[in-house]
């Protein structure tokens, strides 16, 4: 069964205090592993796409990694603002022609000035 | 100029009644999603469709029904609502299905939050 694990569940960090939140996957065939925001009351807000192991995107202090099992996304010097929920999903080959998405139950992050 | 939007945000009602929740998206996509978002924040998708496949989660009950009048809105229709509905609805919206944008990624709205009492 395809299923996706994000560690830890929160996550709370000091204004500039550098981490990474994991995301694990078993899926049979990833086709792409997405990242999502969300906050409070809002639907999740898209980040990147990572389409293979190797693979590595960034926007601002935000860096995703991606290997054959599992994707990092690594916060550089966080803000207050960066404070969110962030969830990872997986397309899988068995998630239909329409591309269904898998998501983890997300990092809580909270960054403290 | 919001890309998805979903009405209400808010939806209380009583066991037993029948509701909608509409949904509209502005992006020009083809296939539009709903998703439930339980207490535990955790995210399954119920339906995805476009206009020539809809393809339901096997674990969604039959009262709940995707209506689609025009490309760019799907509805959700549920019947005879159980304390157990009470949740968080998404509605997404991707390009898809041509083969090769499989890997585009889906905008959601920003939820309707439904409370059974």
């Known amino acids: 069964e395809d299923q996706v694990t994000q560690s830890p569940e929160a996550l709370r960090l000091q204004e500039g205090e550098s981490s990474s939140l994991n995301c694990s996957y078993t899926?049979?065939?990833?086709?792409?592993l997405f990242w999502y925001r969300q906050d409070p009351g809002k639907g999740p807000e898209f980040l990147f796409t990572l389409y293979s192991a190797g693979e590595e995107k960034e926007k601002e202090r935000l860096k995703a990694t991606l290997t054959k099992k599992e994707s990092f996304l690594h916060i550089t010097a966080p803000k207050p603002e960066d404070s969110a929920t962030y969830l990872c999903?997986?397309?899988?080959?068995?998630?239909?022609?329409?591309?269904?998405?898998?998501f983890g139950k997300g990092t809580k992050l909270s960054v403290k000035p | 100029d919001t890309a998805v939007s979903q009405t209400p945000k808010y939806l209380v009602t009583q066991m037993g009644n029948d509701k909608s929740i509409k949904c509209e998206q502005n992006l020009g996509h083809d296939t539009m999603y709903w998703y439930k978002q339980d207490s535990k924040k955790f995210l399954k998708i119920m339906f995805s469709y476009n206009n020539k496949e809809l393809i339901i989660n096997e674990t969604v009950p039959n009262r709940f029904s995707p209506k689609s009048p025009d490309k760019a809105h799907l509805n959700l229709h549920i019947n005879s609502l159980e304390l157990g509905d009470s949740a968080v609805y998404f509605c997404?919206?991707?390009?898809?299905?041509?083969?090769?944008?499989?890997?585009?990624?889906?905008?959601f709205g920003d939820g309707t939050r439904l409370s059974i009492l």
């Open positions: 899926v049979s065939g990833l086709r792409g």
């Open positions: 997404a919206s991707s390009q898809v299905p041509r083969a090769h944008l499989l890997n585009q990624p889906q905008h």
């Open positions: 999903a997986v397309q899988a080959r068995g998630g239909g022609s329409q591309g269904n998405l898998i």
